[in-house]
């Protein structure tokens, strides 16, 4: 059966469950796609939809851009014992014809969430060679790279220390006890700085805090130079400071709508068949693997909120978060509230037994069909990295044109 792009508008206004799934490969789908359309190429459906979209009778719309993808992955998501699988009427040629958005790149929804953050908080940044300027003449600040620790360990820049984002409430105060020290968040772009940024800024810190604009890519425009191999980080606080944390971030959560649930309520949601549950440990992979929740997956909170459609392409599901500690959890989740998540935290998930190892996700996708990051690596033309930026300067305009996505700002 087709699903027209109508009725799909309908179910995403409505916040009903969907997924809308494009098969193409990656680098097609950067080219344009629906704001909340998620991307599961066709020869890894068997591999990725068991765990990104766990609940087989989720309404599932797949579609192609008229390669003849379509019925082929429609079949393998039936094959799989998915009971609800629709095709998009007339592709991506239909919600163009419809007179819908179309957006660039990966993790668009995200990524204008941050834009929009931006615009409504006015979160204050700093330009590389302000930022550099501060670094030579040895001003007291603290530079926290909101990334992976990988990509912090690719280039960073000079001074940086890793502190993911879902860690900046937890560890920022660690790298700047003091006040009057300047606090500057950075990431490749312009997403993950922006949202570590206003994270402290909402949870109350009293230093003053930045983002670097543009991330590593300003940095590189700029003309500047940026280290490579770096392996600093920050630590947690210990008992006093983590209680400060934990009551910053939970008036944090508790302004954006964010429930607290035990593990009582837990079971009662699980037995919601009607109803797709992701529950994700947001802290640090190994910090996982040491033990976790039972039934919980792996996502560390910065990449949670930055590639949400990832992992949890299923629009219109609840999400449940579990954190040791509470800040990690309590931000995230104030976050994927306002990215109009159905969210809650757990708050005694750590009081049972729990399991060990890694959560088993499949291998990472391979060279083929991927498409290239303009703010990856070392070796990024000059002209895509200032596209990239270009375009991310259009996310707000984009998302009022689409009318979708419900966002809200605290």
Known sequence: MSVSPTEIRSALLARREIALIDVRQEAQFALGHPLFAAQIPLQRIAIEAPWRIPRKDTPIVVYDDGEGLSEPASHQFRALGYTHVDVLEGGLSGWRAAGYELFEDVNSYSKAFGELVEHRRHTPSLPAPDVLALIEEKANIAILDARRFDEYATMSIPGGRSVPGAELVLRAPVAAPDPDTTIIVNCAGRTRSIIGTQSL?????????FALRNGTIGWTLAGQLLETGRQESVETGQDGELDVA??????VAYRAGVRRIDSDDLRALLAESDRTLYR??????ADFAAGHPA???NAPG????????HFAPVRGARIVLADDLGPRADMTASWLAQLGWDVLVLADAFDGPLETGEDGAPAPRGPEGRY???YEGTDNRAAAMQAYLDWEYGLVAQLERDGTHGFFVI
Request: glycine share 8%.
């Open 201 to 209: 800024i909402n949870a109350g810190l009293p230093n003053r805090i």
């Open 246 to 251: 934990r009551e910053r971030a939970r008036d």
């Open 280 to 285: 994700f440990d947001v802290r640090q992979a």
């Open 295 to 297: 039934g919980f997956r």
């Open 302 to 309: 910065g990449q949670l909120v930055q590639e949400t459609d």
């Open 372 to 374: 290239k990051r303009p």
